[in-house]
C-alpha cells in the first residue's frame, strides 16, 4: 500500500485525521469549535477544523459526509464532496447542512466529516466538431430504466 506524506499544521485541540481500520480510505476531520453549534433543521454552518494542509502537486482531499451522521441524523456534507485543491493553504472547514427535523448539536471534537487524500489528473481538452459515436449516445438521466 502507498504511503504519501503530507504537510499538517494542527490549530486545534483534536488529534491529526488517522485511518482508523487498515482498509479505510477516509480519516474523521473533527470539529474545532470552543463551545457546542447547534444546527437548526434546514440550517448550514462552515465548521473549522483547526487544520491546514500542503497537498502534493497531483492530489487532492476531498471532504465527505459521515455515513452515520447522514443515516441517523440526517446531518451531511453541503458541498459534497468539498475539493480541497493542492495549491490551497487555508483552514479546512466543512460546510455540514441539518437536513433531518431536530436541531442537531456539534460538541468540541465530534467527528463531523471525513477526509479522503486522492490523485487527479488535469485535462487539456482537444476541440472537435463532433465526437465518436456510442452504443449509448445522448442517452441519460435514467434512460436504462429502474428494472
Known sequence: M????????NKS???????????AAGMDLRAAIEAPLDLAPGEWKAIPT???????EGYEAQV????GLAA??????????GTIDADYRG??????INLGKQPFRIHPGDRIAQLIVAP?????WEL?????????????FGHTGTQ
Request: proline fraction near 11%.
Open 91 to 96: 483552514e479546512v472547514r466543512v460546510i455540514l
Open 128 to 140: 472537435r466538431d463532433h465526437l465518436p459515436t456510442t452504443s449509448r449516445g445522448e442517452g441519460g
Open 2 to 9: 502507498q504511503r504519501l506524506r503530507v504537510p499538517i499544521v
Open 64 to 67: 465527505r459526509p459521515r455515513s
Open 72 to 81: 441517523t441524523h440526517g446531518v451531511t456534507v453541503l458541498n459534497s464532496p
Open 13 to 23: 485541540r483534536n488529534p491529526l485525521p488517522a485511518h482508523a481500520t487498515e482498509g
Open 120 to 124: 487527479y489528473t488535469q485535462v487539456v
Open 50 to 56: 483547526g487544520l491546514y494542509l500542503a497537498l502534493p
